[in-house]
């Protein structure tokens, strides 16, 4: 066989080979299945929230409060966080965002942590700060304000609205406006005017002692919150509410002498009652034959 024909026969069984290998597969040749995806338990994405979490606050108290941001709202995106440790991590995001002047995204944040844990409330250190404590203050009071006037809109769906209702709401309108000048002497009208139900009383009573303090008007401040006793000797403010430093203090001693107050009372009345009871009669000594 010539040198040439070889060589072409040699190529096309080449071809025809690899054409052979490009051939589909029959359906005698069995296909291998896909490998098996790795699957992740729910324990497993706790823990990498939990470490995400702890990793952020590494991050944001070494100062790198960008990256903490990241890793903090990758914890959170597992929602598999306890409630406190949800609102651990927005405050500390709140806090990176507003010490880089990101004011907008801190209160979003703050808010959310109250939304999430309504037990939520900064340390009084943490309070005191000069850049996110204005914002946390002022974030807690709006959402206390919200959740009251939901819960007024509520009742006065129901129930016919007077004038001292109206006046309450009024107040309310200009407490949150900041104007607390304002929203002192129309909520003082409002109970002047005769407030029917108990939690309204309470209310007023209550945001006239805000705006009072607020006004550095401590002494006036005081007496208000003692007059809230007066209505209801349970009295006592949310953690949030009780953590605001324009009247933490000033709300501690009202609420220390209301207390020692309704002690000495119930002590009187007590003694009083011991003192009517008659005594008993001696027993009659028999006589001697």
Not at 50 to 76: C, F, I, N, P
Not at 103 to 121: G, Y
Not at 175 to 202: C, H, R
Not at 236 to 256: I, M, V, Y
């Amino acid at each position: 066989m010539k040198p040439l024909l070889r060589n072409g026969l040699a190529a096309a069984a080449l071809a025809f080979a690899a054409a052979c290998e490009q051939l589909p597969k029959t359906a005698d040749t069995p296909a291998q299945p896909a490998p098996a995806a790795p699957q992740i338990t729910e324990a497993q994405l706790r823990e990498r929230a939990q470490g995400q979490l702890a990793k952020g606050v590494e991050l944001y108290q070494a100062g790198d409060y960008e990256a903490a941001v990241k890793t903090l709202s990758a914890s959170l995106d597992h929602g598999l966080l306890s409630r406190p440790d949800q609102a651990r991590a927005r405050k500390l995001m709140a806090f990176s965002h507003c010490v880089q002047g990101r004011e907008p995204a801190c209160r979003d944040e703050f808010r959310k942590a109250f939304e999430i844990h309504p037990e939520f409330a900064l340390t009084p250190a943490e309070d005191g700060h000069p850049i996110w404590g204005p914002v946390y203050r002022d974030v807690r009071t709006r959402l206390i304000s919200e959740r009251e006037a939901a819960a007024g809109r509520k009742t006065l769906s129901l129930l016919p609205v007077g004038k001292a209702e109206q006046m309450l709401g009024e107040g309310m309108v200009k407490y949150d406006a900041g104007d607390y000048p304002a929203a002192q002497k129309t909520l003082e009208s409002a109970v002047k005017e005769g407030l029917k139900d108990k939690a309204d009383q309470v209310r007023a009573l209550k945001h006239i002692a805000f705006s009072l303090c607020l006004q550095e008007k401590f002494r006036d401040c005081r007496a208000a919150f003692l007059r809230i006793y007066e209505v209801d000797p349970g009295f006592d403010l949310s953690p949030a509410e009780a953590g605001h430093p324009q009247w933490t203090r000033t709300f501690a001693s009202a609420k220390a002498q209301a207390k020692k107050a309704q002690i000495d009372k119930a002590a009187k009345e007590k003694a009083s009652k011991d003192a009517k009871v008659p005594a008993p009669p001696a027993a009659a000594v028999p006589k001697k034959n």
